[in-house]
């Protein structure tokens, strides 16, 4: 009885935290706002995401995804991990075959190296610590394809090449201290994990097999099935991009020119208002001149595709320049939500003690490598 009325009372007192956080949050908007302007402008905003945002950004994973098929299918992919195996070991101290992991993430999304870590002969190839890094690996080249292609319709190709850059920068960061921390926390680690398994296996699994179908099925069968994968990408973003994006364009912008009308991307500017008592380290570091612009990486933390839905309204506001755009490439990429799939990747490896130091590296990384696309992409306009 007693364990039940413990029960109860948690969760009464949640539910007044819980309420009274909603009202410290929801009263000064509606008063500043209006309440009927605040749910006004939260729907249309939400709707206008859905109809200008969500369905351009499916449109891009349906597109990229059959293209990541067709490259998968032909043996592009086999052929850039046999390219970029020899960089592995003294780059990111990892076997060679962690860089077909860390092309299906930049393909597709985070938990596509979880696929990997859990197959044996795959991770045989592993010590512990170095399985455990293949989050922080892996999570850096997260949606990179569509992050940048996204970045290049908007017709800053340059800037997302540089951003790319910075990315890989930061994964290096983040692997490299994800291995070192892990390994002065958890000696054991050090221990492989696994003896069975030979390059021999590992090979025949990334090399092509034989195909019955006629090369003309092949490709018709890839286009469509990576389509496929392309729409369940594009409704997997469809909750952060409406939610949080909202949410966070909610505190980001203000009035409109005839005040607040309950329109779509009205709100009450709080965290520039925040981002402006330290601008200072915004400009020098990433070269922000505007700090609207902090809703990027603030928002790639949770869902790197709900930060892309950010893009159109910045560029309707004249915000977006080059350096910008590599700057949300290297930190999109490298962050690419993280905050939401670190935990639940590192728990189905079966190591929850590391999460908090997997999620401290990729902090650091993401803020490297936006650091470095931004002096990177100066160095660049100076040449």
């Known amino acids: 009885m007693t364990r039940k009325n413990s029960r109860i009372r948690r969760s009464t007192i949640e539910a007044i935290v819980f309420?009274?956080?909603?009202?410290?949050?929801?009263i000064p908007l509606g008063i500043k706002m209006g309440g009927?302007?605040?749910?006004?402008t939260i729907m249309n905003t939400a709707h206008n995401l859905l109809l200008n945002t969500v369905f351009y950004l499916m449109g891009i994973t349906v597109l990229t995804g059959a293209l990541s098929k067709l490259l998968s299918e032909f043996g592009v992919v086999s052929a850039l991990?046999?390219?970029l195996r020899p960089l592995?070991?003294?780059?990111?101290?990892?076997?060679?075959?962690a860089a077909l992991g860390g092309v299906m993430t930049f393909l597709s999304d985070n938990p596509a190296i979880i696929a990997f870590a859990k197959d044996k002969e795959f991770s045989s190839y592993f010590k512990k610590y170095q399985l455990l890094s293949l989050t922080n690996f892996g999570t850096a080249f997260g949606m990179g394809f569509v992050v940048i292609v996204t970045m290049i319709s908007l017709g800053y190709a340059g800037g997302a090449l540089v951003g790319f850059a910075g990315a890989v920068c930061g994964s290096i960061i983040s692997t490299r201290i994800m291995q070192h921390s892990c390994l002065k926390a958890f000696p054991e680690l050090e221990a492989p994990v696994s003896e069975k398994g030979t390059r021999t296996v590992i090979?025949?699994?990334?090399?092509?097999?034989p195909k019955k179908d006629s090369i003309f099925m092949r490709f018709l069968n890839a286009l469509l099935d990576g389509g496929k994968n392309g729409v369940e990408l594009g409704?997997?973003?469809?909750?952060g991009v409406l939610i949080i994006t909202t949410m966070v364009i909610l505190i980001t912008f203000g009035a409109g020119p005839e005040g607040y009308t309950g329109a779509a991307n009205q709100g009450v500017p709080?965290?520039?208002?925040?981002a402006e008592k330290i601008h200072w380290v915004f400009e020098w570091l990433f070269g922000f001149k505007d700090m609207r612009l902090i809703a990027f990486p603030m928002t790639a933390l949770g869902a790197?595709?709900?930060?892309?839905?950010?893009?159109?309204t910045f560029n309707a506001e004249g915000l977006l320049d080059g350096n910008t755009i590599a700057v949300f490439t290297a930190i999109g990429m490298c962050w690419s939500g993280f905050l939401s799939t670190h935990t639940a990747m590192l728990d189905t490896l079966g190591f929850r003690k590391a999460i908090s130091k997997a999620l401290g590296a990729h902090a650091v990384a993401g803020l490297c490598a936006g650091i470095i696309a931004h002096f990177l992409y100066m160095l660049v306009s100076l040449l």
């Open 36 to 40: 009927s302007n605040l749910i006004n």
């Open 270 to 274: 709080i965290l520039p208002w925040l």
């Open 304 to 312: 790197v595709g709900a930060s892309l839905g950010l893009l159109p």
């Open 203 to 209: 090979e025949e699994k990334t090399d092509e097999a």
């Open 81 to 83: 991990e046999r390219i």
């Open 88 to 97: 592995m070991k003294p780059i990111f101290n990892l076997p060679g075959v």
């Open 235 to 239: 409704l997997a973003i469809i909750p």
């Open 19 to 26: 309420l009274s956080l909603m009202l410290l949050v929801f």
